[in-house]
C-alpha cells in the first residue's frame, strides 16, 4: 500500500508554476511507475494525477502509470478541469497553465468495485470568481475487492493547501466520512498539515510563510479512533524534507506492518516522498 502526491510529473522542483516540456514529465511519470513496480505495490493512493493538461503535455498520466505498474483496475477522481486556468496570472498566455484535468486516482491489484465522489469546500476568502478556476478538492472513496468476501475501503485525500481555516472544515468532512466507514478503512494520501508536536511548524527554508501554529487537523483526525501509520518520517520537500505533509490513518480493526518512506535516492521524481506501509490479513 502507497501514498503518493506525483506533483503531475513536474519532478522535484518548487517552481511548479509553469508548463514543462512533454518529455520531462514523461521521464518522471515513467520512473514513478518503475519505483512502484519494483516495491511490488498492490495499492497506491495517488494526488496530482494530470490527464489532459498543457502544464504536462496532455499527456494521460494514469493510463501511463497502469501500463508502467501492471496495476490494472484505476479510478479517478477530477478536482481541477477548466478550459483555461490564467495562471500564473502575470504571464502571457503561452506560458499560463491553459487546459487543465487533473486529479486524484487509486491504482490497484485488486477489483474496484465502487467509487464515491465527496467535494470539499472551496477558500471562502477566494471569492466566487477566483474559485471558478480553482480546483475543487474532494475525498476519493473506493471500494477493494480482496476475494474471500473480504472488502477494503480507502479514502484517497488531498486537502487544501494555502488556506489554514478551510482545510480546517475539510479535515472535519474527512472525520466524518472516516467515523461513517467504521472497518476495514484507510484514509491517506497529502493533508497538508503537520501534526502538533512537529518539531518545525512554521518558518520553514523552503517557504518562510507558511505556518501550521493553531491548525488542528491532525487532532481533528486522530479523535476519530483511526491510528496513524508509520513512523515519523518527513515527505516535503523530497529533496530536503523538513516536514510531514502526508499520512496514512488506519481503523482499528486493520493491522499493518511497517510504514515509511519510498527511497528513491538522490533524484526524486516528484516534489514528495512516498509512503508504504503494508495492510496484513
Known sequence: MASWNIHFGAGSTLDDARRFPKEHVEQNILRIGEVLRRERVDIVALQE??????????????????????????????????????????APPKQQYG??????????????????RH??????????????????????????????GRTLSLLNVHLEAFDMANRRSQARAMAR??????????????????APEAALRHAFEDEPETDFRGDDTLPTLRQTGWHEVGDHSLTFPAHKPNRRLDHIFSSPDL????????????????????????VVL
Open 255 to 278: 493491522r499493518t506492518e511497517g510504514g515509511g518512506l519510498l527511497a528513491e535516492g538522490d533524484d526524486p521524481s516528484s516534489d514528495h516522498c512516498p509512503l508504504i506501509c503494508e
Open 177 to 194: 466520512l472516516m467515523r461513517r466507514l467504521g472497518d476495514h478503512g484507510l484514509a491517506l494520501g497529502d493533508l497538508n498539515t503537520v
Open 99 to 116: 487546459r487543465m484535468w487533473s486529479g486524484q486516482a487509486v491504482l490497484s491489484r485488486f477489483p474496484i468495485v465502487d467509487q464515491k
Open 119 to 148: 467535494g470539499l469546500a472551496q477558500p471562502a476568502r477566494n471569492g466566487r470568481i477566483f474559485n471558478r478556476f480553482y480546483l475543487h478538492r474532494c475525498i476519493q472513496q473506493v471500494a477493494l475487492d480482496l476475494g474471500r
Open 49 to 90: 494525477v494530470d490527464r489532459d493538461s498543457q502544464r504536462s503535455g496532455h499527456l494521460d498520466q494514469l493510463e501511463m502509470l497502469r501500463h508502467a505498474t501492471g496495476l490494472t483496475h484505476a479510478s479517478f477522481a477530477t478536482t481541477w478541469d477548466a478550459a483555461w486556468v490564467p495562471y500564473p496570472v502575470t
